[in-house]
């Protein structure tokens, strides 16, 4: 680092830097904290039991099985599948994926009652992830039980999944809208009864990331067991909640591939990528495939027949599309936004630090970055980049008033790719041999609207 440059990289005129990144301190890395669970998570997955309730949603056994490979090749800690008790051939299909042999825990969800978990236990699942409402809204028009009745039953149905070997978590349903008080003396009873989790769910999608935060620091205070999450995305919180809960101390976040499930859906396993790498690369980095994303992500989306949404994290189809001329001095790939064609551009067309208006890597990803020329948004570094790309020469001066011509165009109307490309020849033929006196026999050459 120089002399001119301040300890965060940022160099004496305010520019951001230009030097490798990778010798940056990143200045996006959370602050240290005793609680923090930032660089220390655990992913369980959930395509399999909330992606269900998603209204598109019908997994045959083969797709469950290839999903459940693939989340468990891309390195997901726990695999959630639906209740055994849903139907038969839920049942099936959760012993099915149980005999596979994989990596990760595989996880049932089901209601707390003794016959749900005598069930679930014989399909061989890693583990049982209770559930029982307790909010006023659920005991009272749901399924009508008090919490005294409610510690009972659990720590009954607790005790018997603990004697058959298998993991147990506690869960409320609700959790944001019951009584703290209740829900504080419930999930310490459970603790003590020795769960491996508790269990926190916004199962509304009512919850702000404050309210988490503060949720889950006081059960941090209340139980010693670890805190799973479950945050739904209908006020648009789901990733923010999720990051604030690790923050406060939780140790596990419920995810879904393009967060499918009830209504708009939980926290999105890509959505969670792209907020944890930011905070903690190496740790994403060394536990999670990242290169697999999109192929998961285009499997599920195809399973329940929708499209990646556009402004989805990492993978929509212009994550990594840089427009504005200001921006375009980081192009290297260019991109045709008629065609959604995407062609590379040669690697010594890095003209500046990508990092300069790119959070994340998409190479992280096994993604590549695009800058979207063709429109009269572009800027000179832009065309410049795609004059080289094309072959050709031309000078700072010739390539701006090429430039120039290629917005007075795309002012007039949506300009494709070629539209620019042919500008961009007819000008460099009529340069000819002697390209600085030629420039207006050039330009009248250049193609009209
Ligand atoms: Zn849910």
């Given at each position: ?6 300890p ?11 030097a490798?990144?990778?010798k ?24 399999l039991?909330?992606g269900e ?16 490979k693939a ?10 599948l ?18 596979l ?18 069930v679930?236990i ?19 028009y ?7 009745y ?18 147990v978590r506690f ?7 019951s ?7 419930l ?17 509304v999608?009512c919850?702000t990331?404050?309210?988490?935060y503060?949720?889950v ?14 945050f739904?995305?209908?006020?648009g ?11 406060a ?8 591939v393009?967060g ?7 926290t999105?396993?890509?959505g ?42 990492i993978?929509?189809f212009?994550?990594?599309t840089?427009?504005?001329?200001i921006?375009?001095?980081v192009?290297i ?15 010594a ?16 990803f096994?993604?590549?970055?695009y800058v979207h ?24 001066d010739?390539v701006?008033?090429v430039?120039a011509?290629?917005k007075?165009l795309?002012d007039?109307r949506p300009i494709a ?5 042919s500008?961009?020849?007819a000008f460099?033929?009529t ?19």
């Amino acid at each position: 680092m120089s002399a001119t440059t301040a300890p965060n990289g940022v160099d004496v005129a305010g520019r951001h830097p230009v030097a490798d990144p990778s010798k940056v301190s990143n200045p996006y890395k959370p602050v240290g904290d005793y609680i923090s669970n930032i660089s220390n998570f655990k992913i369980i997955e959930s395509t399999l039991r909330e992606g269900e309730q998603f209204a598109n949603a019908f997994f045959d056994t083969e797709t469950k099985i290839n999903i459940a490979k693939a989340l468990d090749d891309f390195g997901v800690d726990y695999i959630e599948l639906t209740s055994p008790v849903a139907s038969e051939q839920s049942k099936k299909d959760c012993e099915a994926i149980c005999k596979l042999g994989l990596k990760a825990k595989i996880l049932t969800h089901v209601r707390c009652t003794m016959d749900d978990a005598k069930v679930a236990i014989e399909t061989g699942v890693d583990g049982l992830d209770l559930v029982i409402g307790t909010s006023h809204f659920l005991r009272e028009y749901s399924h009508g039980k008090d919490m005294a009745y409610i510690t009972r039953q659990a720590l009954e149905v607790i005790e018997f999944v603990k004697s058959k070997g298998v993991e147990v978590r506690f869960s409320s349903e609700d959790s944001f809208r019951s009584d703290l008080v209740d829900l504080l003396s419930l999930y310490k009873a459970v603790d003590k009864a020795g769960v491996n989790r508790v269990g926190i769910a916004d199962t509304v999608g009512c919850a702000t990331p404050r309210q988490v935060y503060d949720l889950v620091r006081t059960l941090r205070g209340v139980v010693s067991c670890d805190i799973e999450t479950h945050f739904h995305n209908d006020t648009g919180c789901a990733i923010a909640n999720a990051y604030c809960a690790l923050e406060a101390g939780a140790t596990h976040i419920d995810t879904s591939v393009i967060g499918i499930g009830e209504r708009n859906g939980i926290t999105t396993l890509g959505g969670l990528m792209a907020r944890m790498i930011v905070a903690d690369r190496e740790y994403v980095m060394g536990k999670y495939k990242l290169s697999k994303l999109k192929e998961i992500e285009d499997m599920v989306a195809e399973a329940v027949e929708i499209n990646i949404p556009f402004n989805n994290p990492i993978t929509g189809f212009c994550a990594f599309t840089h427009k504005a001329g200001i921006h375009a001095k980081v192009g290297i790939v260019i991109f045709d936004p008629y065609h959604f064609k995407r062609m590379p551009l040669g690697l010594a067309a890095i003209l500046q630090n990508p990092s300069t208006y790119e959070i994340i890597d998409p190479a992280d990803f096994g993604m590549t970055r695009y800058v979207h020329f063709a429109s009269r948004l572009t800027g000179w570094n832009a065309i410049k980049t795609r004059v080289s790309q094309l072959g050709l020469e031309m000078s700072d001066d010739q390539v701006k008033f090429v430039t120039a011509k290629i917005k007075a165009l795309a002012d007039v109307r949506p300009i494709a790719i070629d539209d620019a490309d042919s500008i961009i020849r007819a000008f460099h033929l009529t340069l000819g041999e002697h390209p600085e006196k030629n420039m207006d026999a050039a330009a009248a050459a250049i193609p009209t609207a």
